[in-house]
């Protein structure tokens, strides 16, 4: 009550004993209800139109709140206000509100007048929908005649690759004939003139043999490569866990080691590809890993796996002589070694299989080293998950 008697006494400040708007209208009906009613719903309208921005600016979070946008929103707020009083004047004839509010809506009025003229010519450059859609149509054709060049482009690319792994492929081919009548006539010259040779010619014989015996590995190993870039994928589910318990036993079983090799392998998950391209990814990470631990007393192998959202993670760590990662960009590259042929012994094509091969998949091959601990990890993508038999 004390409030309302507060309200009332701040009001009767402005009270001059005005006639109300209501006598005016000879209290008419017709007429007083028609002028509330168009100032009430103008300024519920007025009110409405601020709270909509509002909810514009929090929707649309790259638009700008700039001093423009408010001082409109005041503007409209303004006008809303008078038109309320002009409803309470019909009654009540608080014309010193009225007259202090529109002095108000008038301040706003011009200010907002001001920053509109200012803002103009930045206004003036927006685009019009035409021109939006000129520019649209710009780009949908740009995009469409780069689709085209990429298309075009991406096939001569894939034509220059065919010809050229055809061309590698045959060149490898062919070179095999000379290698192998330099192996068969070096064995042959040794078996039937080794007396005549002498110790100096056996020892030149014998480098002539390694040389073409090395060139044969190598000429192997472009082989392999060129297959790989011609050769189709069967996807099938694969059990990780035998391919690795298979690859490991055929190299315990092989001539090339007589050491112990120690397989820790965790439960991996089956993924989906080709059986026989993943062999030989399997195959050659855990040759590499006994090739580059011979010199250890026993050869340790730890395989492991990550599942993620989209991918499966294969990890093979070797504890042997390790490399320099500053050098690790050139170890899935064709002929690329990080060890001398005295250290250990090989082609430098296996890595560069595995990459090819797992690329082929849609993953991705990386490597660590850590002092002597190697990692080689490859990705897989998880089209499904099956659990290992």
């Not at 008697?5 to 004993?17: A, K, M, T």
Request: hydrophobic share 40%; with cysteine; aromatic share 8%.
């Amino acid at each position: 009550m004390d409030g309302i008697l507060l309200l009332n006494s701040i009001f009767e400040i402005f009270n001059n004993n005005y006639m109300p708007h209501g006598a005016c209208y000879f209290w008419e009906p017709a007429t007083l209800w028609s002028n509330v009613l168009g100032d009430g719903v103008t300024a519920f309208s007025y009110y409405m139109i601020p709270g909509l921005l509002i909810y514009f600016v929090n929707k649309r979070k790259d638009v700008e709140v700039n001093a423009l946008l408010v001082a409109f929103a005041i503007f409209i707020i303004a006008c809303g206000t008078v038109h309320v009083m002009m409803i309470v004047n019909v009654w009540i004839p608080y014309y010193d509100i009225s007259g202090i509010l529109k002095i108000i809506m008038a301040m706003v009025s011009v200010g907002t007048v001001f920053m509109l003229w200012k803002s103009m010519p930045e206004l003036i450059n927006i685009p019009s929908p035409a021109a939006l859609q000129e520019a649209n149509d710009e780009i949908k054709s740009l995009n469409e005649n780069l689709e085209d060049k990429v298309k075009h482009r991406t096939k001569a690319l894939e034509e220059m690759n065919s010809e050229l792994e055809s061309f590698s492929y045959s060149i490898s081919h062919d070179l095999q004939i000379p290698v192998r009548a330099i192996l068969g006539f070096s064995a042959m010259l040794e078996e039937d003139h080794i007396d005549q040779l002498g110790e100096e010619g056996s020892r030149k014989l014998q480098n002539i043999s390694n040389s073409a015996l090395k060139m044969n590995e190598l000429i192997q190993g472009i082989l392999e490569f060129s297959r790989l870039g011609r050769k189709d994928k069967t996807d099938s589910m694969i059990d990780m866990n035998l391919l690795f318990n298979e690859s490991v036993n055929e190299i315990k079983t092989g001539e090339t080691t007589q050491k112990v090799i120690e397989l820790n392998m965790e439960e991996l998950p089956s993924v989906y590809g080709d059986e026989a391209m993943m062999k030989q990814v399997v195959d050659n990470l855990l040759s590499n890993a006994v090739k580059y631990s011979i010199n250890q007393e026993s050869i340790k192998i730890d395989v492991s796996a990550e599942i993620s959202e989209n991918e499966i993670t294969y990890f093979v760590k070797d504890y042997g002589i390790g490399f320099d990662e500053k050098y690790k960009h050139k170890m899935f590259d064709v002929f690329q070694r990080l060890h001398d042929e005295n250290t250990v012994k090989g082609s430098g094509v296996g890595l560069a299989i595995v990459n090819r091969i797992i690329v082929k998949h849609f993953g991705r091959v990386d490597a660590h080293s850590d002092g002597n601990v190697t990692t080689i990890e490859f990705t897989m993508p998880k089209k499904k998950l099956l659990k290992p038999a």
